[in-house]
């Protein structure tokens, strides 16, 4: 149902003003900032995309972030740039989509599109609103096969799940075109910008298929879990289950947590809602074939990849959650056409059964998103600013600042060209190198009380931002004052505790 102008730009000013005030409350974390770094502190674009083979996803996001870093010193700005990227996604979801209205105001304020993929500024956004983008010219695609194809493109950038998803929508359009739509006079006189179109979608997947593949010294998720694992399908069945029910534990540590699955027994009393939602969701589309295509083919991918290579958290999840939203929209759109073997095995469910469930779902998704935002409105989601905030009003960012652990980059995201002594990794640096020297120091009290010995002989200050007490490292003894410790915030391993180098004078005194 094609909603108005008017209402869609009002629902859109609702979602982005509301994301603007919580994003002005909202602590950014190490992922978030990782990628602000990278953009940052790689000297050209080509530095950027060799720094980038160790990050696990392609890089428009990054590129997109390279000339705000020239512009902007403070990494807020990033945060804005997310919000509006995602309230477009709303846009398009408002203007465009066939949904009740009812719906897609359910869906505006869902916990993905109005939390994950506003308030935490990742690259995952800009994957959702292509999606959305090739819905919306899904019922066109054979009047614009070269922007559909460009769409893809730029999709299979965004990150591997968005690759992923680009396969899958490419394979459905022509799944639809060949084995399902009727191939009209018209389709045939668009061979060339077909030819044209599938040449530029192809060149989308090589080219982020080549970016993604990690360099030897790779150290991040490089091993593939093809062995029968029964954790390997407890991550799967959570994933599935957060995404299409992602309401959070209701207390400081929220974020990615399942209140429903909080417990063995409401793991298994929630089984038969999942899989009743599934069949439910297969039945209403058995009748398209292509959108069932669709429908499975992506859930399918996404739970391949949870279960063979990186589990992810409900931020990845959420993939599904979006796969089920993609597969609503085009179903209008996709030829009716009955399969022997799946109409013998799934009797069509109608729209007036199927809606009434869908919109629970949708309901279930507005609770959860709002929730998830007023939580992130009353916690600290990380410490990081109020560490940094610490640093800048004692005049210590000019000292040498020895971080632990990756965490520790996110204290220095907030403080404009700094550089921090990365113990981990026994270097300088900003942002983290996912090589195979990644955590690959030891580091114990012994090494720390070393290295601020070494960097206090240039006459500068040392100080360390740990995210655990000193006293807990490994030979633990006197020669650092602590002089600040922050306060718990929703991301539990960015809870920051700042120490004071002694000078050997000051530690006889």
Not at 88 to 95: D, E, G, I, Q
Not at 394 to 399: E, M
Request: proline share 5%; aromatic share 16%; net charge positive.
């Amino acid at each position: 149902m094609i909603t108005s102008r008017s209402t869609a730009l009002l629902f859109t000013f609702l979602f982005a003003a509301s994301s603007f005030l919580l994003v002005s409350y909202h602590e950014m974390w190490r992922d978030e900032l990782q990628a602000w770094l990278l953009a940052r502190d790689s000297a050209s674009v080509p530095e950027l995309l060799a720094n980038l083979k160790y990050e696990g996803h392609p890089g428009l996001w990054h590129l997109m972030l390279y000339p705000l870093t020239r512009i902007f010193e403070t990494p807020e700005v990033m945060q804005y740039f997310h919000v509006v990227i995602a309230a477009t996604s709303v846009f398009v979801l408002m203007r465009w989509s066939p949904f009740t209205t009812l719906q897609k105001i359910l869906l505006c304020f869902s916990y993905f599109l109005f939390y994950e993929y506003s308030i935490i500024a990742r690259n995952y956004a800009i994957s959702v609103l292509l999606i959305f983008l090739i819905c919306a010219m899904f019922p066109k695609r054979k009047e614009y096969p070269l922007a559909l194809a460009g769409a893809l493109f730029l999709l299979s950038h965004t990150s591997v799940y968005g690759l992923m998803f680009a396969l899958c929508l490419f394979s459905t359009i022509l799944f639809e075109e060949v084995l399902v739509g009727e191939r009209d006079v018209t389709y045939r006189r668009l061979t060339t910008l077909n030819t044209a179109a599938i040449t530029i979608a192809s060149l989308g997947f090589i080219t982020a298929i080549i970016q993604i593949t990690p360099p030897n010294d790779s150290g991040f998720a490089t091993a593939w879990r093809f062995h029968p694992s029964l954790g390997g399908l407890k991550s799967v069945y959570g994933a599935l289950f957060g995404a299409y029910f992602p309401l959070p534990n209701f207390s400081l540590s929220y974020w990615n947590s399942k209140v429903l699955l909080s417990s063995t027994t409401l793991a298994v009393l929630s089984m038969p809602i999942l899989v009743g939602l599934i069949y439910a969701v297969c039945r209403f589309l058995v009748s398209k074939p292509a959108a069932l295509f669709l429908y499975l083919s992506v859930s399918s991918a996404l739970m391949l990849f949870i279960y063979t290579k990186f589990s992810g958290s409900i931020r990845h999840h959420g993939f599904l959650f979006i796969a089920l939203v993609a597969t609503l929209w085009i179903y209008n759109y996709c030829g009716t056409k009955s399969l022997p073997p799946l109409s013998r095995l799934l009797k069509p469910l109608g729209a007036g059964a199927f809606n009434p469930l869908i919109s629970f779902v949708f309901s279930v998704h507005l609770f959860a998103g709002v929730m998830a935002g007023l939580l992130d409105y009353k916690y600290p989601f990380s410490a990081a600013k109020q560490t940094a905030e610490f640093l800048k009003r004692n005049n210590l960012i000019s000292s040498e600042i020895i971080g632990y652990s990756s965490s520790a980059l996110a204290v220095v995201g907030y403080i404009p060209n700094k550089r921090w002594y990365n113990a981990e990794a026994n270097k300088y640096g900003t942002f983290w190198r996912l090589d195979i020297a990644y955590k690959s120091n030891k580091v114990d009290f012994v090494y720390l009380n070393t290295t601020s010995a070494k960097l206090a002989l240039q006459d500068k200050e040392v100080v360390l931002v740990l995210n655990r007490k000193i006293e807990d490292f490994e030979g633990a003894g006197p020669g650092f004052e602590m002089v600040f410790e922050s306060t718990m915030p929703t991301v539990g391993d960015e809870k920051f505790y700042v120490y004071r180098f002694l000078a050997p004078t000051e530690k006889a005194e």
